[in-house]
């Protein structure tokens, strides 16, 4: 999956760079909620950031490694 990825990632840079925004975005705001609110069902928002995380390292490294971005 995570080689799928990182071929999109150089096909669709803008539509990455959303992925990643909206990520940060769950993250910072269940972050604040979580310590706002003192509600541990906040942490839902930490585990949904958690798999992409690790799809979007992956594929980072990945790409890094193996697929050349230069012409």
Not at 10 to 32: D, Q
Not at 40 to 66: C, E, H, N, Q, W
């Amino acid at each position: 999956m995570y080689k799928a990825y990182a071929h999109f990632t150089v096909k669709h840079p803008y539509i990455h760079t959303l992925n990643l925004i909206s990520m940060l975005g769950v993250f910072m705001i269940s972050g604040y909620q979580l310590v706002a609110n003192e509600n541990l069902s906040y942490t839902a928002g930490f585990l949904l950031v958690s798999i992409p995380t690790a799809i979007f390292a992956k594929a980072s490294d990945y790409k890094r490694k193996y697929i050349s971005t230069s012409n």
